[in-house]
């Protein structure tokens, strides 16, 4: 996506008399969605994957966020007019670098124009997106969206089909494992001790990644800080037996 010419490249060197389904690839949106369970990883994935994609790329990349209240107060316009505002200071911050352009809560821009409680300048909303996005594509600019959201169905299928998904799920058992290996880096324990923790944290709902970290583990340390006690595998479990899932997202209707 940021890279445009890389195809081009690529079909001079591999494919000289043309190849059609690479016109499919560079005429593809820009636009990925990474969607799924909450406190599973998608914010944090948005506005950290500059850094690994500057590297890939050996240039600098601007990474650039929607403002929060870019719905504004309703009035009638002014959602679409943000949206086109929200793309064209992205264009602008960008010029002739790379640069990547998160809108976090997406659902909140691309809920599906066919649902009956869609008001009017939802469906603009939509709209305005739709067209910014292709004229992303039409214009081979290199700035890539992002769009985060908890509620997939939510979103428009325009939306959806112009993008490239990433599913986002709570840790089973193997991902719990290593997890519970990077939170324990440091500090003594045993496959044992793995094991354990990865049995007691097998519930159902399943837990969450923040829940292990930010309401677990994070809990932990408080207490032994609290506590003027080393961070210890007791201490972890201990938190873990607990703890409570965070309920799951109803995405099963839009």
């Known amino acids: 996506m940021l890279d445009p010419d890389r195809v081009s490249r690529w079909l001079k060197k591999h494919h000289g008399k043309g190849f059609p389904l690479a016109k499919v690839i560079q005429d593809r949106p820009p636009l990925v969605i990474l969607g799924g369970e909450v406190?599973?990883?998608?914010?944090?994935?948005a506005s950290s994957i500059g850094t690994a994609v500057a590297e890939t790329l050996d240039r600098e990349?601007?990474?650039?966020?929607?403002?929060?209240?870019?719905?504004?107060?309703?009035?009638?316009?002014?959602?679409?007019?943000r949206i086109t505002a929200a793309f064209s200071e992205a264009r602008v911050a960008v010029g002739h670098g790379c640069g990547i352009l998160i809108i976090d809560e997406g659902d909140?821009?691309?809920?599906?124009?066919a649902q009956m409680q869609a008001h009017h300048e939802d469906r603009a909303?939509?709209?305005?997106l739709i067209k910014e996005i292709n004229r992303?594509?039409?214009?081979?600019?290199r700035i890539a969206v992002v769009l985060v959201t908890?509620?997939?169905r939510a979103l428009d299928p325009a939306v959806v089909r112009r993008a490239q998904m990433i599913s986002f799920v709570r840790p089973n058992s193997d991902a719990r494992r290593a997890l519970f290996e990077q939170l324990l880096d440091g500090v003594g324990h045993n496959a044992e001790d793995i094991a354990t923790l990865v049995r007691i944290s097998d519930r159902e709902p399943p837990f969450s990644y923040s829940d292990l970290v930010e309401r677990g583990a994070e809990s932990a340390l408080v207490t032994c800080i609290r506590g003027d006690a080393p961070f210890s595998v007791a201490a972890l479990q201990d938190a873990i037996e607990r703890l409570d899932p965070s309920?799951?997202?109803d995405d099963s209707k839009p």
């Open 39 to 45: 406190g599973c990883g998608k914010s944090a994935l």
């Open 61 to 81: 990349v601007v990474a650039l966020e929607t403002p929060s209240d870019i719905r504004g107060g309703g009035f009638v316009g002014q959602l679409s007019e």
């Open 108 to 113: 909140d821009l691309g809920t599906s124009r």
């Open 125 to 128: 909303g939509v709209n305005a």
């Open 136 to 141: 992303l594509a039409r214009d081979r600019a």
């Open 150 to 152: 908890n509620r997939v």
């Open 247 to 249: 309920p799951l997202i």
